[in-house]
């Protein structure tokens, strides 16, 4: 099984060198009173509960999955609710929520880390509760005062959990070929009838009462994505007090056999005439829903870093204690039979790319939640507006990117293992399991790319590139005092002129061709990710210098960030290069082949 150990001294790193959480604390209303000693007390509170509680049910939820019952219902596996009965015994779900309805009203910030160590320690428990942050988005933000008072308490304490219910068996991401029924009945609720898939969380034992947030199409609405309205779907309906009533007529049809993450409780959901509330106005369901989707993008990008992070650690371990051949260099271990294999250039290649992925995506998510800080609690109207545009912007490419790192860097982590990664017994190939759907939900990585480069990118004429490529740009002049940056920097700056001029070129081809888009897009936003990690690895170079100029006691920690930079820079960034060149070719090669030929 693997082991988990939450890396605080990252995390701090993150939150005090590079984004000086203290400082951006006391910008934000009701937020000045968090400072460095609240900080480290939430962190070591919640490493202590994702490694002695979370991380060790991780192997067990692998190997005993859920299990449906013969009333419909569905038991987690051992010692899953009895975590989850902790995790809201300590506060944790209301860490981040709005006082009013019983949060602890910290920043988004702050319960970011939290999230991130239940998620690596063990990303299938994480799910129940990590859902129902999305789940309570979108009822704040687009609910009625009525549907907040009876539903927003209980899912800021983690009595009730929250699902998200968009697609269907014939969907797929193409929600406006969705058939669920909405049918308005005489005391203004409404019928829900039809069956939605791949539900995470659908069912299960650990809360009182699951919040569903279902996608569904009135009778007269119109056809496609404009006849979508979105409504609040309880398992039990509840009284008019607030307390659990009758239970509704919605049911686990199926739990979905699948590849990894077996202790989440995926579930195929069938909803017969079930009582549901409208979210807002009709017919208007699927912008409403992107206030969760939003968040679930986040969500899964956070995904990608866990399972960095956890193959990075394993790897480390055992990389350290594995003897087999000699260093070609000459011997390392005189005393031994053989060296251990972290001395062998490869191995220091694997690890260093998911030591990379795993510290720079942390930093990139962190920013990012930053960002949400400010959208959800500054009163400034220019800053929110400019938080809400950068997190429109990195948050497709968190996303995609950081769950395509991810899975390179779990397949690394089991690479390191050899024959032993490919075995159960270590866990590293759960890891790997666990890892492929990060790619897959939310969104694949293609439906975010076309979201990035069609979207965001090219329907806005290249505006919302400009403050992005704008920023790295004066980032580069500000650090030119550092003079070891300056071979970053320069990569950078040609970089990022490189990202403008393309972004034009495939602009001014998808005039002639609208399949220059979809060619280009996904080397367009994993270009996009390697050159923000290059920014995110070039700060920590920086902080990390500036932090031995002053004078510290851990050298090792800071010079070990300057050497994962300086590999950044030497082997992984270079990628760009082939980005750059296939992003030029255009689709023809991939559009000439008629359907007809693809034979075998």
């Not at 000086?20 to 962190?43: F, G, K, M, T, W």
């Not at 988005?137 to 998200?164: C, D, Y």
Request: aromatic fraction near 8%.
């Amino acid at each position: 099984m693997t082991t988990y150990k939450a890396p605080l001294r990252d995390m701090r790193f993150v939150m005090q060198d590079l984004l000086n959480v203290e400082r951006h604390y006391q910008s934000l209303p009701a937020c000045e009173e968090v400072n460095q000693e609240l900080i480290d007390a939430i962190l070591e509170e919640a490493s202590k509960f994702s490694e002695d509680v979370v991380a060790p049910l991780n192997a067990i939820g692998d190997e005993e999955g859920c299990r449906m019952l013969d009333d419909g219902g569905v038991r987690t596996p051992r010692g899953f609710k009895e975590a989850y009965r902790q995790y809201v015994d300590g506060g944790w779900p209301a860490l981040d929520q709005p006082a009013r309805y019983g949060g602890q009203d910290l920043p988004m910030s702050i319960g970011t880390p939290v999230r991130e160590m239940n998620g690596t320690a063990n990303w299938s428990w994480a799910m129940y509760p990590g859902l129902s942050h999305g789940a309570m988005e979108t009822i704040e933000e687009h609910g009625s005062e009525k549907q907040k008072a009876i539903f927003m308490e209980p899912l800021v304490s983690g009595r009730w959990t929250g699902t998200m219910c968009l697609t269907e068996a014939h969907c797929g991401t193409d929600l406006g070929l969705l058939k669920c029924k909405a049918e308005q009945t005489a005391d203004g609720t409404y019928r829900i009838t039809g069956s939605k898939v791949f539900i995470s969380s659908g069912d299960h034992d650990l809360a009182e009462n699951i919040v569903h947030i279902v996608l569904a199409r009135m009778p007269d609405s119109p056809p496609g994505t404009k006849g979508i309205s979105l409504f609040i779907v309880p398992k039990f309906i509840p009284n008019e007090d607030g307390s659990i009533g009758e239970r509704n007529t919605v049911s686990c049809g199926a739990l979905e056999r699948k590849m990894g993450i077996h202790g989440n409780s995926t579930c195929l959901l069938n909803f017969d005439g079930a009582t549901g509330y409208l979210v807002g106005d009709e017919n208007k369901g699927l912008s409403y829903m992107f206030t969760f989707m939003n968040f679930a993008r986040l969500g899964t990008g956070l995904q990608g870093l866990a399972h960095s992070e956890l193959a990075f650690q394993n790897s480390l371990a055992y990389t350290r204690d594995r003897l087999q051949m000699r260093s070609l260099s000459g011997a390392k271990n005189p005393g031994g039979p053989a060296d251990p294999i972290i001395v062998h250039p490869d191995v220091r290649r694997m690890l260093l790319t998911q030591k990379a992925f795993a510290e720079g995506g942390r930093a990139l998510l962190y920013f990012a939640s930053t960002q949400g800080d400010i959208l959800t609690k500054s009163d400034d109207p220019e800053a929110r507006e400019l938080a809400n545009h950068v997190l429109n912007f990195l948050t497709p490419i968190i996303k995609a990117f950081l769950t395509e790192t991810g899975l390179e860097s779990a397949n690394l982590g089991l690479q390191c293992f050899g024959g032993h990664g490919y075995v159960s017994e270590w866990g590293v190939e759960q890891n790997v399991r666990d890892a492929r759907i990060g790619t897959l939900y939310e969104g694949t990585t293609g439906i975010q790319a076309l979201d990035l480069l069609g979207r965001k990118v090219l329907g806005t004429r290249g505006k919302a590139l400009a403050p992005v490529t704008g920023f790295i740009l004066d980032f580069c002049k500000r650090s030119r005092s550092q003079k070891e940056l300056r071979p970053y920097l320069k990569t950078l700056v040609r970089l990022t002129k490189q990202w403008k001029s393309l972004t034009r070129k495939i602009g001014f081809a998808a005039m002639r061709d609208r399949d220059a888009v979809g060619a280009a897009s996904v080397d367009y936003i994993m270009f996009s990710g390697y050159v923000l990690l290059g920014v995110v690895w070039a700060a920590s170079a920086r902080a990390a210098y500036r932090r031995l100029e002053q004078g510290t006691t851990e050298e090792a920690f800071y010079r070990a960030k300057i050497q994962t930079a300086e590999f950044y820079f030497a082997k992984i960034l270079p990628r760009t290069t082939s980005l750059l060149e296939t992003m030029s070719t255009g689709p023809d090669s991939l559009m000439k082949m008629d359907e007809a030929e693809f034979i075998f």
